[in-house]
């Protein structure tokens, strides 16, 4: 059980915005900044989104994220067929002596 | 470029341990945190630890505490992960990441994974 809830699966059409939710609580998203990585099958994740909303150079300005409180969500804007991935949010957790925490992930299929 | 290159798979038996480890070039070794992530075949990413390479200093998941052990060799800028009494459960892909810091997820350069299979 991920201490950070993803939904499991999400799905649009291409051309669409999709967003993915990520919950948590005040030990981690409450009181650190948030990272999104996407994954595609039998590679490493890639940084998509650091600091809550921000791009890492090379990624598109399609890719947005947000938080509020104890969530945050990634957006995924005009859809594309190569952003069927796994979607991961991350952050700090500061209990239990703080630690590194992922949330389950969302695998974004593309119709 | 910034590379971060690991060891290859391994096959272990239940109880023992295993030893991998992540080369990093094009960057300065000592400057940036290095973090080890595992996943389990189609499961979801979970965080094991942290080293300073710069002090040796070093930070475990809960989880982990008492069977991890990462060490850095400045020498070879390389960083090991060695994980002990084996179960089948740790069966998975870890993956050595690096960070500016260390209470943080924000890994922006990544190693290819290493796969380690528990079998007997």
């Known amino acids: 059980q991920s201490v950070l809830t993803q939904p499991p699966s999400a799905s649009g059409t291409p051309g669409q915005r999709v967003t993915i939710s990520c919950s948590g609580s005040r030990s981690n998203i409450g009181s650190n900044t948030i990272n999104w990585y996407q994954q595609f099958p039998g590679t490493a994740p890639k940084l998509l989104i650091y600091s809550n909303s921000q791009r890492p150079s090379g990624v598109p300005d399609r890719f947005s994220g947000s938080k509020s409180g104890t969530s945050a969500s990634l957006a995924i804007s005009g859809l594309q067929s190569e952003d069927e991935a796994d979607y991961y949010c991350?952050?700090?957790?500061?209990?239990?002596?703080?630690?590194?925490?992922f949330g389950g992930g969302t695998k974004l299929t593309v119709l | 470029q910034v590379q971060l290159v690991q060891s290859g798979a391994e096959v272990q038996e239940p109880g023992a341990s295993v030893k991998v480890s992540c080369k990093a070039s094009g960057y300065t070794f000592n400057g940036y945190y290095m973090h080890w992530v595992r996943q389990a075949p189609g499961q979801g990413l979970e965080w094991m630890g942290w080293i300073n390479p710069s002090t040796g200093a070093t930070k475990y998941a809960q989880n982990f505490l008492g069977r991890v052990t990462m060490t850095r060799d400045l020498s070879i800028t390389t960083s090991h992960m060695q994980l002990s009494g084996l179960r089948p459960d740790d069966t998975a892909v870890y993956f050595c990441?690096?960070?500016?810091?260390?209470?943080?997820?924000?890994?922006?350069?990544w190693g290819q994974g290493s796969l380690v299979t528990v079998s007997s």
């Open positions: 991350a952050t700090w957790d500061d209990s239990l002596n703080g630690q590194g925490v």
């Open positions: 990441a690096r960070s500016v810091m260390g209470a943080s997820t924000k890994f922006d350069f």
